[in-house]
Nanobody, 111 residues
Framework: QVQLVESGGGLVQAGGSLRLSCAAS????????MGWHRQAPGKQREFVAS???????NYVDSVKGRFTISRDNAKNTVYLQMDNLKPEDTAVYYC?????WGQGTQVTVSS
């Protein structure tokens, strides 16, 4: 059974950067898409970004130009580089693959 483990969250000031990592326990070659979602307190979980096996990326409008998703299939790892962070980016960030979720990592952006 595939497991996803996120890391890299933390506390950062507005305008700062963080890089999230998601390590998959098994091969990710067979996954058509890997993604990141987030859930802020009192809000529903929302899509942030996704990347196909060939590297094609998609983003929610609110993070375009600030976040970059990438993957290293040799390391079974997906990344989310987050730059110019804003307080509204504060949330628990979850890595996902079809039918599988990670445990989440907290990102807090102070103003």
């Amino acid at each position: 059974q595939v497991q996803l483990v996120e890391s890299g969250g933390g506390l950062v000031q507005a305008g700062g950067s963080l890089r999230l990592s998601c390590a998959a326990s098994g091969s990710i070659f067979r996954f058509s898409v890997m993604g990141w979602h987030r859930q802020a307190p009192g809000k529903q979980r929302e899509f942030v970004a996704s990347i196909t096996a060939s590297g094609s990326a998609n983003y929610v409008d609110s993070v375009k130009g600030r976040f970059t998703i990438s993957r290293d299939n040799a390391k079974n790892t997906v990344y989310l580089q987050m730059d110019n962070l804003k307080p509204e980016d504060t949330a628990v960030y979850y890595c996902s693959s079809p039918g599988v979720w990670g445990q989440g990592t907290q990102v807090t952006v102070s103003s």
